[in-house]
């Protein structure tokens, strides 16, 4: 068996497996659909590689896309050109996408089904090697594209977590134990912060207004896992619609 493959496979199959009990008691079509996935990713893992996958899996980025902006419609996401995501709507993120080159990359977001103008582009750089998740943000009149390098690896046994900020009209916030001590301070729409290590544990933590006690959001408890990374995104609008809302990922 290749355990490059199955790694990466089985990697997908654990994030859906985390998704469908994320969902499993607030959202039944939610929990279906990953746990579909779950099973979906669990027979890819257990099915050899091909040969070209395993060459391309030395040195290949990898990219994912996240719909975060707030009432901003359906979108098509084409690289360079190559329509590559099709009707991602807001809150959705892609799996990583695998990319045979490196280099420059031109993303270009489109209402979905439309190609006669982008409703933003961007130019980034891909390195060799690198994960990345590339976010859709801001209000549709302000539309942005960030690049944000993922980290994944942790040390044997261990686990991390970080935090993004990408709701633009929330201020800066705190994020800190719930009714405990701040654990990322002052991170502003667009900031990402640093991984920070942990030992596999349950986590439950709260979004604070910046410097204050004021809790803006709160984040559902989630187990963090051994042998995996997470970021909590807060999306959506605070006191508005959509809605403010924590969106939990595995790298």
């Given at each position: 068996?290749?355990?490059?493959?199955?790694?990466?496979?089985?990697?997908?199959?654990?994030?859906?497996?985390?998704?469908?009990?994320?969902?499993?008691?607030?959202?039944?079509?939610?929990?279906?659909?990953?746990?579909?996935?779950?099973?979906?990713?669990?027979?890819?893992?257990?099915?050899?590689?091909?040969?070209?996958?395993?060459?391309?899996?030395?040195?290949?980025?990898?990219?994912?896309?996240?719909?975060?902006?707030?009432?901003?419609?359906?979108?098509?996401v084409?690289?360079?050109?190559?329509?590559?995501?099709?009707?991602?709507?807001?809150?959705?993120?892609?799996?990583?996408?695998?990319?045979?080159?490196?280099?420059?990359?031109?993303?270009?977001i489109?209402?979905?089904?439309?190609t006669?103008?982008?409703?933003?582009?961007?130019?980034?750089?891909?390195?060799?090697?690198?994960k990345?998740?590339?976010?859709?943000?801001?209000?549709?009149?302000?539309?942005?594209?960030?690049?944000?390098?993922?980290?994944?690896?942790?040390?044997?046994?261990?686990?991390?977590?970080?935090?993004?900020?990408l709701?633009?009209?929330?201020?800066?916030?705190?994020?800190?134990?719930?009714?405990?001590?701040v654990?990322?301070?002052?991170?502003?729409?667009?900031?990402?912060?640093?991984?920070?290590?942990?030992?596999?544990?349950?986590?439950?933590?709260?979004?604070?207004?910046?410097?204050?006690?004021?809790?803006?959001?709160?984040?559902?408890?989630?187990?963090?896992?051994?042998?995996?990374?997470?970021?909590?995104?807060?999306?959506?609008?605070?006191?508005?619609?959509?809605a403010?809302?924590?969106?939990?990922?595995?790298?």
């Amino acid at each position: 068996m290749n355990y490059s493959h199955f790694d990466k496979y089985l990697k997908k199959a654990m994030k859906y497996d985390f998704l469908s009990n994320y969902y499993k008691y607030s959202d039944p079509n939610l929990f279906i659909t990953y746990y579909q996935k779950h099973l979906q990713y669990m027979q890819i893992a257990l099915t050899p590689a091909p040969r070209d996958e395993l060459d391309l899996e030395r040195t290949q980025p990898m990219i994912r896309i996240l719909h975060a902006s707030p009432g901003a419609p359906s979108v098509d996401v084409y690289l360079n050109g190559r329509r590559t995501i099709r009707n991602l709507t807001f809150r959705q993120e892609t799996d990583y996408i695998p990319l045979k080159e490196t280099g420059q990359y031109r993303i270009d977001i489109f209402p979905a089904g439309k190609t006669d103008k982008p409703l933003k582009s961007e130019q980034v750089q891909l390195e060799k090697n690198q994960k990345y998740t590339s976010a859709v943000v801001g209000r549709p009149s302000e539309l942005d594209i960030i690049l944000i390098a993922d980290n994944s690896s942790t040390p044997a046994g261990e686990t991390k977590v970080r935090f993004i900020h990408l709701s633009p009209n929330a201020p800066a916030v705190d994020i800190a134990a719930k009714n405990g001590d701040v654990v990322f301070s002052n991170i502003s729409f667009k900031e990402v912060t640093d991984y920070l290590g942990l030992t596999p544990m349950p986590l439950d933590v709260e979004v604070r207004a910046a410097g204050t006690d004021k809790v803006v959001l709160d984040v559902p408890p989630v187990r963090l896992r051994p042998n995996r990374a997470y970021t909590i995104y807060a999306v959506g609008l605070l006191n508005g619609n959509p809605a403010l809302e924590a969106l939990i990922s595995q790298d």
